[in-house]
């Protein structure tokens, strides 16, 4: 079992910064790729950023150049760090992992961006 604990969502304006962070515990390690992940209301849940064992990320278009995916494999925690936030990128925001073919969710953390 994986249990993954999203925080650091809030309210911000636009232009402005937040920092989401994903603590994982139970059986896992950091031999397993970490994303993050958003579900604006309505729309289908899509991928924002991938980090992968090695460190080796990815982004969506639409973050590229704007947020940053990280990991710290001793905190066993992958961030979200988030700048020149729009209206757009408001969302409730949930860390992934797959182990073992099986995926795992957090509860999901909401960033809500005003204009």
């Known amino acids: 079992q994986v249990q993954l604990v999203e925080s650091g969502g809030g309210l911000v304006q636009a232009g402005g910064s937040l920092r989401l962070s994903c603590v994982a515990s139970g059986s896992i390690s950091s031999a397993y790729a970490m994303g993050w992940y958003r579900q604006a209301p309505g729309k289908q849940r899509d991928v924002v950023a991938v980090?992968?064992?090695?460190?080796?990320?990815i982004y969506a278009d639409s973050v590229k150049g704007r947020f940053t995916i990280s990991r710290d494999n001793a905190k066993n925690t992958v961030y979200l760090q988030m700048t020149s936030l729009k209206p757009e990128d408001t969302a409730v925001y949930y860390c992934?992992?797959?182990?073992?073919?099986?995926?795992?969710w957090g509860q999901g953390t909401q960033v809500t961006v005003s204009s």
């Open positions: 992934n992992t797959v182990v073992w073919g099986r995926n795992y």
């Open positions: 980090i992968s064992s090695s460190s080796g990320t």
